[in-house]
């Protein structure tokens, strides 16, 4: 019995590939053109991308992103440059000597005085909302582009380290604390430190483009008649507002543990998430969709129903985009796969019955509500420990650090390459494949972290005494306490930030190839009923209907995805280079395993469990139970609230059927 079911957001190794519908019964055929595309059958199925990306390509393009960044700077007009300046020049001075930005750049130069913030003078265009500060900057310094951002002294308070490393009594006093020092982000300017004009500018541009971009596409011009017109013109608005809402919530998977950490900045983390989101969806999917043999919906029920369906399917787009941007207000991380299997299944028992719907694989789905977070916590809690043990307490912490990166990042490179990216079916050539691939990116890390600290290693290498050995083998267990100071700290944390901007871009990139799907692989189902056509097992997705698709989560991450950046990176915990790393780590890791192990998964579950478990490392107050309730409230209600809108929006749109057609 076929089926159909949204694509698991956030899963890596949901990457189909072409034979698995030969390998199930089903009979080879000539990929249909865009004018000849299933109708009456094609919403029995969620399509989801099949293909094969080199992993090397992709380990290149992380890599070297994370690479050059450093190294840029810009020297332009005051006058030109000043609402881009807090970009520019996003590191902490406080009289700190050799904090982490200065360090991967070799700089020498003595206390600058810091340049005051720019700071909008408009009255703000979006409505205000408290939002806590996503940065530890106060103070700048000069224009350069810095990765990672934050000094020293930026995570000394939250490791209980002194504060005064290297800096003047004055420098120290005069620093507001953390709990003073909030900002309020209330909106797309303050968070961004931007006029109201220039957000107002951005805002105004993308609802242009999405107003009026789609009246160029073919998939439009194609359409029959007025009518068809129309309706595909909302087809296409619908999947683009899905878009809009995934790269405003789900995009927080991969950049919120670094922005709370310090590793990047915010806007260094849109600007980068943007990149590699629209790079994921637009080059690591083919242009082909394959069906899913596994759904929620009984596909049978719906057979001959076509205006039914389309009604059903374009109001589970706009309902789970409903629900995501309330979500992505609140700043709540909330599953888009669940949202949208929400409002698949509310259309399906009103409309279809209560033999419409698998009731097995729905519970699958929701139990990954108690599976991700409880998975994600566990191993973010012994990755942390491991780290606090044989890094912090080790007689040279940043020598250890320095050679804990390479060996992270060998089984962090080969686990991704051989469960998400394998390029044949021989399992020995997809172990070399992955193997070779772990090699290459470890010794590109480790010839990173020689270059660019390598002056500082060797110096701390004879700077150990008697007494620190002594001390360190005396704390043991307490160096969850204790730990690395001054230089030393330095190097740990410049090490983690690099390794945390890396494993960002692999999320970031691996995201927009597998959850652009969620919006593109209904619109073009949709757009394919419209057009009309045979029965078929392939949807042929035009290019600039894929590129549409990474265009709107870049834009939704542009515009709101602060929001939910702010809570996974502020929010839950407070996060430093070491623990960002430690979260994203372990939750690619439980992400890989259990696809698997076919357990029941979701990417956005199991990285709040994993910035909770890394809190929990720290004792149980290191976590805030208020923000804790509001995100597992926010989970239990996203399917029935889907369902709820998806059944009022299909009742809607049949009334309106009815009427046009």
Same mark, same amino acid.
């Given at each position: 019995m076929k089926s159909w079911a949204p694509t698991s957001g956030g899963n890596l190794s949901r990457i189909h590939c072409h034979h698995s519908l030969h390998a199930a019964g089903t009979p080879s055929a000539k990929t249909p053109s865009p004018s000849h595309l299933p109708f009456s059958t094609c919403l029995q199925f969620l399509p989801t991308y099949h293909g094969r990306t080199s992993s090397l390509s992709l380990l290149l393009l992380s890599t070297s992103l994370a690479f050059l960044l450093p190294h840029l700077s810009f020297t332009s007009p005051s006058s030109l440059m000043a609402p881009f300046s807090p970009y520019f020049s996003m590191t902490r001075c406080n009289g700190v000597r050799g904090g982490v930005s200065s360090l991967l750049l070799r700089d020498t130069a003595a206390r600058v005085k810091p340049a005051i913030p720019y700071a909008p003078s408009l009255k703000t265009w979006f409505p205000k909302r408290k939002l806590p500060q996503l940065s530890h900057r106060i103070d700048t310094c000069t224009c350069r582009l810095r990765t990672p951002c934050a000094s020293v002294s930026s995570y000394a308070s939250a490791d209980d380290e002194p504060t005064n490393i290297g800096a003047s009594k004055d420098a120290v006093e005069t620093e507001p604390s953390a709990s003073n020092s909030e900002l309020e982000l209330s909106d797309m300017a303050d968070a961004f430190h931007i006029s109201s004009r220039t957000a107002f500018a951005i805002t105004a541009t993308i609802v242009f483009a999405a107003l009026t971009f789609p009246l160029a596409m073919r998939s439009v011009s194609q359409a029959v008649g007025t009518k068809m017109?129309?309706?595909?013109? @909302?087809?296409?608005?619908?999947? =683009?507002?899905?878009?809009?809402?995934?790269?405003?919530?789900?995009?927080?998977n991969a950049m919120g543990t670094s922005v709370g950490s310090g590793a990047l900045t915010l806007r260094q983390a849109v600007l980068t998430a943007a990149v590699l989101e629209f790079s994921g969806a637009f080059l690591m999917g083919t242009h082909v969709t394959n069906t899913m043999q596994k759904g929620i919906l009984v596909a049978s029920v719906f057979q001959g129903k076509d205006s039914?369906?389309?009604? /059903?399917?374009?109001?589970?787009?706009?309902?789970?985009?409903? $629900?995501?941007?309330?979500?992505?207000?609140?700043?709540? +991380?909330?599953?888009?796969?669940?949202?949208?299997?929400?409002?698949?299944? /509310? =259309?399906?028992?009103?409309?279809?019955?209560?033999?419409?719907?698998?009731?097995?694989?729905?519970?699958?789905?929701?139990?990954? $509500?108690?599976?991700?977070?409880?998975? /994600?916590?566990?191993?973010?809690? @012994?990755?942390?420990?491991?780290?606090?043990?044989?890094?912090?307490?080790?007689?040279?912490?940043?020598?250890?650090?320095?050679?804990?990166?390479? &060996?992270?990042?060998?089984?962090?490179?080969?686990?991704?390459?051989?469960?998400?990216?394998?390029l044949s079916e021989i399992f020995l050539i997809v172990l070399l494949q992955a193997l070779a691939c772990g090699t290459i990116g470890a010794l590109i890390v480790s010839y990173v972290i020689t270059k660019q600290l390598g002056h500082l290693l060797s110096s701390e290498a004879d700077k150990p005494t008697a007494t620190d050995n002594q001390s360190a083998q005396n704390i043991g267990f307490l160096s969850d306490i204790a730990g690395p100071r001054g230089a030393q700290l330095e190097i740990v944390y410049g090490v983690f930030g690099y390794m945390q901007v890396l494993s960002a871009c692999f999320m970031s990139f691996a995201h927009?190839?597998?959850?652009?799907?969620?919006? &593109?692989? +209904?619109?073009?189902?949709?757009?394919?009923?419209?057009?009309?056509?045979?029965?078929?097992?392939?949807?042929? &997705?035009?290019?600039?209907?894929?590129?549409?698709?990474?265009?709107?989560?870049?834009?939704?991450?542009?515009? $709101?995805?602060?929001?939910?950046?702010?809570?996974?990176?502020?929010? &839950?915990?407070?996060?430093?280079?070491?623990?960002?790393?430690?979260?994203? =780590?372990?939750?690619?890791?439980?992400?890989?395993?259990?696809?698997?192990?076919?357990?029941?998964?979701?990417?956005?579950?199991?990285?709040?469990?994993?910035?909770?478990?890394?809190?929990?490392?720290?004792g149980l107050n290191s976590v805030r139970a208020e923000t804790v309730r509001e995100i597992v409230a926010s989970w239990l209600v996203t399917i029935p609230v889907g369902a709820i809108l998806s059944v009022f929006y299909t009742w809607i749109l049949t009334k309106l059927l009815s009427i046009v057609l």
């Open positions: 017109k129309v309706l595909s013109y @909302l087809t296409i608005l619908s999947g =683009f507002y899905m878009a809009w809402n995934i790269g405003a919530n789900d995009v927080a039914l369906l389309f009604a /059903g399917l374009l109001s589970s787009l706009a309902a789970a985009g409903t $629900w995501l941007q309330v979500a992505s207000f609140f700043g709540w +991380p909330v599953s888009t796969t669940h949202c949208i299997v929400g409002a698949m299944v /509310g =259309f399906g028992l009103v409309y279809g019955g209560v033999g419409a719907v698998f009731w097995s694989s729905l519970a699958r789905v929701s139990s990954s $509500w108690v599976i991700s977070p409880l998975m /994600g916590a566990a191993a973010s809690f @012994l990755v942390y420990k491991c780290i606090r043990r044989f890094v912090y307490s080790a007689p040279n912490p940043g020598q250890a650090a320095a050679a804990a990166a390479p &060996i992270a990042v060998f089984l962090g490179v080969t686990g991704i390459s051989f469960a998400a990216f394998p927009g190839g597998n959850d652009v799907s969620n919006a &593109i692989g +209904p619109l073009a189902a949709a757009l394919a009923i419209l057009q009309g056509g045979a029965s078929g097992a392939e949807i042929v &997705i035009p290019l600039e209907v894929l590129a549409w698709g990474g265009f709107g989560i870049v834009a939704g991450l542009t515009m $709101w995805g602060y929001r939910v950046i702010a809570t996974i990176g502020k929010k &839950i915990t407070e996060l430093t280079p070491t623990r960002g790393f430690a979260a994203e =780590f372990a939750a690619a890791s439980v992400v890989l395993v259990a696809s698997k192990l076919g357990l029941p998964i979701s990417a956005t579950h199991t990285l709040v469990g994993a910035v909770m478990g890394v809190g929990f490392a720290r």
